[in-house]
T-cell receptor, first 109, second 112 residues
Framework: GIQVEQSPPDLILQEGANSTLRCNFSDSVNNLQWFHQNPWGQLINLFYIPSGTKQNGRLSATTVATERYSLLYISSSQTTDSGVYFCAVEDNQGGKLIFGQGTELSVKP | NAGVTQTPKFQVLKTGQSMTLQCAQDMNHEYMSWYRQDPGMGLRLIHYSVGAGITDQGEVPNGYNVSRSTTEDFPLRLLSAAPSQTSVYFC???????????FGSGTRLTVV
């Protein structure tokens, strides 16, 4: 099956700094999503982005499907950005997601 | 429109007990799936369904059963709970489109 690898596994930032999180996947996909898991355990859908670039406020994401990777950019980070960021893909059969191991982000005031 | 609803939110079981985790969605999504999340790890797929009457196994199906008799509901059954099944369980649903998968708020299960 498809393998999903995220980097870095951990990241510590000062408030106001920018960061880039990476997701590599091993085969072609129908769907790619980025999620933020907050300290209460909720999974918040950030982007549905099987290809191209999207922006939502301070966050943006780019997926290059032909090269099998996606990037999540966080600009002017805030303490509320802390948590774990997951990349997940849906293969061409559909019906389920395969998750990466996540990047744990800590933003210090 | 409630999205994906999971019940209960918390549960403590004794080893060997059985229980059903409920998952319901009101978005008429054809895809539904169950995941477990262990400390410090990503989510792993347990079972999934691409439509009513159709289910399939994921990465970690042992010890769990599912059925999909309606589009709305996708219950997860633990037949004989074991401490290794202590985890947080998430249910998700999806359909073709430009939004992707919607997740429930999770069920935190402890087996003692």
């Amino acid at each position: 099956g498809i393998q999903v690898e995220q980097s870095p596994p951990d990241l510590i930032l000062q408030e106001g700094a920018n960061s880039t999180l990476r997701c590599n996947f091993s085969d072609s996909v129908n769907n790619l999503q980025w999620f933020h898991q907050n300290p209460w355990g909720q999974l918040i859908n950030l982007f549905y982005i099987p290809s191209g670039t999207k922006q939502n406020g301070r966050l943006s994401a780019t997926t290059v499907a032909t090269e099998r990777y996606s990037l999540l950019y966080i600009s002017s980070s805030q303490t509320t950005d802390s948590g774990v960021y997951f990349c997940a893909v849906e293969d061409n059969q559909g019906g389920k997601l395969i998750f990466g191991q996540g990047t744990e982000l800590s933003v210090k005031p | 429109n409630a999205g994906v609803t999971q019940t209960p939110k918390f549960q403590v079981l004794k080893t060997g007990q059985s229980m059903t985790l409920q998952c319901a969605q009101d978005m008429n999504h054809e895809y539904m799936s169950w995941y477990r999340q262990d400390p410090g790890m990503g989510l792993r797929l347990i079972h999934y369904s691409v439509g009513a009457g159709i289910t399939d196994q994921g990465e970690v199906p042992n010890g769990y059963n599912v059925s999909r008799s309606t589009t709305e509901d996708f219950p997860l059954r633990l037949l004989s709970a074991a401490p290794s099944q202590t985890s947080v369980y998430f249910c998700a649903s999806s359909t073709h489109g430009d939004w992707g998968y919607t997740f429930g708020s999770g069920t935190r299960l402890t087996v003692v």
